[in-house]
């Protein structure tokens, strides 16, 4: 198999297994592929496009394009500190533009994360409401039986 694919493989499985995704379909869907289509890559049915490595990264940000594409490097990017060329002190402007951008990183990846967890929120509460109005529902039922039954 292709090492390009085993990669592709490695990342899903670590989006899955860490909670960033739940599924291929999901992951599939915010790339705006076909399922189908994500699953002939990952079976190595169909080749793998420059294309759709960009998309993926660009899903899971901090997914390095060039460990996908190359194998190179680590699977993420770490956060480095740019070190000054030379002895050169860098300026107030270079350091703050360095911190938005990392701030700006960590904030894309930060709702990549609790995007998912804010929908199965949502989705826990929901349920609760409905288990709620039904319980309610018993014990009305309930306490007109006990009115309804004969008293001894």
Avoid: H
Wanted: include cysteine.
């Amino acid at each position: 198999m292709d090492k390009r694919v085993e990669r592709i493989r490695e990342a899903l499985e670590w989006l899955k297994t860490n909670g960033v995704f739940r599924s291929n379909r999901e992951i599939a869907e915010k790339m705006g592929y076909n399922p189908s289509m994500l699953s002939q890559v990952i079976t190595g049915k169909s080749a793998v496009s420059q294309r759709f490595v960009k998309t993926l990264c660009a899903v899971a940000p901090g997914l390095r394009q060039d460990w996908v594409w190359n194998g190179n490097g680590d699977m993420f990017m770490t956060q480095i500190v740019p070190e000054p060329v030379s002895g050169e002190v860098p300026t107030d402007f270079e350091r703050l533009t360095f911190i938005m951008e990392q701030m700006a990183q960590l904030v894309k990846s930060f709702s990549i994360v609790v995007g998912p967890l804010d929908n199965k929120l949502k989705a826990l509460e929901k349920t609760v409401k409905e288990q709620d109005k039904k319980i309610k529902q018993l014990e009305k039922e309930l306490q007109q039986m006990k009115k309804a039954a004969p008293s001894k």
